[in-house]
């Protein structure tokens, strides 16, 4: 059975405070592993998707990386907009995804 | 990145009544369209994968006469939620492939009362 498992469920962090968020998957068939962004109340923001391992993709303060079992989704110097549950999903080629649980970041100032 | 728009946002509906939640790909066409429910303070659960011009494929547990699905075109899918109980109030996302990535309509908060 396809399994995606994120930790920490929470982290709270001080603005300027850098960490990392992991995303541990065993899907059959990967054909690219998601992360996502998602605010309360809305639909899931497309952030990144990585397709091999040793991967690295940046996007503002984010930064993704995916190795054979596991992605990272490093933010450097956040700040209390990147305040969200950050979701991860591993993809099949038949386009299905398997979501993980999510991380809810809250970023102090 | 690609946009994928669903409506209504929020629809609130009286037992018994059925509700239709549309999901169109804006700037691309999409053959296949999928559908997740979300409880609070959960993930995203896959129901069901819409395909264009044939019958959805539905996840295990997801009562294909209570969830209509229709992809009537490559940027339309519906999906009715019929005689809505109060126990089918949740958030619906629908999503589309395309090539960059899968992208999430806003989703759609259904209350039923």
């Known amino acids: 059975e396809d399994q995606v498992t994120q930790s920490p469920e929470a982290l709270r962090l001080q603005e300027g405070e850098s960490s990392s968020l992991n995303c541990s998957y065993t899907v059959s068939g990967l054909r690219g592993l998601f992360w996502y962004r998602q605010d309360p109340g809305k639909g899931p923001e497309f952030l990144f998707t990585l397709y091999s391992a040793g991967e690295e993709k940046e996007k503002e303060r984010l930064k993704a990386t995916l190795t054979k079992k596991e992605s990272f989704l490093h933010i450097t110097a956040p700040k209390p907009e990147d305040s969200a549950t950050y979701l991860c999903a591993g993809g099949t080629s038949y386009g299905k995804l398997t979501f993980g649980q999510g991380t809810i970041l809250t970023v102090h100032p | 990145g690609a946009v994928v728009s669903q409506h209504p946002s929020r629809v609130i509906c009286k037992s018994g009544t059925s509700v239709k939640i549309e999901c169109r790909s804006l700037?691309?066409?999409?053959?296949?369209m999928f559908w997740y429910r979300q409880f609070p303070k959960q993930s995203l659960m896959l129901m069901a994968t819409s395909n264009e011009g044939s019958k959805a494929t539905y996840e295990q547990g997801v009562e294909k006469d209570k969830f209509l699905i229709n992809h009537a075109s490559l940027t339309l899918s519906t999906l009715t939620v019929t005689s809505a109980h109060p126990e089918d109030s949740s958030f619906y996302i629908c999503?589309?492939?395309?090539?960059?990535?899968?992208?999430f309509g806003q989703g759609t908060r259904l209350t039923v009362v």
């Open positions: 700037d691309f066409q999409a053959t296949t």
């Open positions: 999503s589309a492939r395309a090539s960059e990535g899968a992208f």
